[in-house]
């Protein structure tokens, strides 16, 4: 939601179109009133100027801020009045960097990987100099991701802040992220299944955080884990986690 009012944006017939509901409800997208005159709380139906960036991802801060294929989008707020209505809404490119898959915001900062999936960035916004700036906080493991796409990125705010993410390749790893002391550090998830006989790389399906879990209201990882051609559901357990340059593993298999 953004202003009281429900946003859906990139539908299949209309992929740059970003549409707003009603500020008085948020179940109605009508765009006049029944006399075909047009209130402020009316619905609203807006276009992108780039007729081929196709909307991926939205995101409310204190702006709406929109991902696309085409770049990267800002709901300019005006200056005069108090609000997004039909008659006021204005939508700028504020980064020409192609959007891919969904972001998540952290703080006051939205990550999201590039188009190619090879870079991971995060988007900041000043509103004191009214200018936005995209920084790659992957170039410090190049190429990590240039062969091994990222699939998808997950954020954890408890016991620490971190950002899971997850390759095409079925790799695992992790960022360690404080932005007010801007320190980025990335590890790299190992996991192996061992038989008596060999040794087994597991490959990684899937990646998510349930917020506050219950045993002591954290947040738990939970990852969907390919171990010698089976398929289990495991847990993280950040009590027992020792860090040495990579996270050692500590699972519980259900």
Known sequence: KYEQRRVYGGTFTKPNYIFFSRADN??????????????????????????????????????????????IYRVVPNQY????????????LTQEEPCKGQAISVGTSIFYPDQSGSRLLEYKYDVNIQNSASND???????????????KIVYQHTPQPRIWTLTEGGKLYCLAYHRQEEFYAWSKLEFQSQTSSR??????????VVARGQDDKTDDVYIIVERNNQIFTEVFNDRDNTITGWFNEKTTAY
């Not at 939205?58 to 709406?64: E, G, P, T, V």
């Not at 906080?137 to 699939?151: E, M, N, S």
């Open 81 to 92: 009045l108090y609000g997004v209505s039909p008659k006021t809404i204005r939508i700028e």
């Open 137 to 151: 906080i992957t170039k410090l493991i190049y190429p990590t991701f240039v062969d091994d796409a990222i699939k």
């Open 26 to 71: 948020e179940f109605s997208f009508q765009l006049t009133q029944d006399d075909k005159t047009v209130l402020d709380t009316d619905g609203i139906s807006y276009a992108l100027a780039n007729q081929t960036a196709a909307i991926t991802w939205l995101d409310s801060l204190k702006d709406l801020v929109i991902g696309t294929t085409g770049g």
């Open 199 to 208: 040794t087994y790389e597991s490959n990684v399906i899937d990646v998510s």
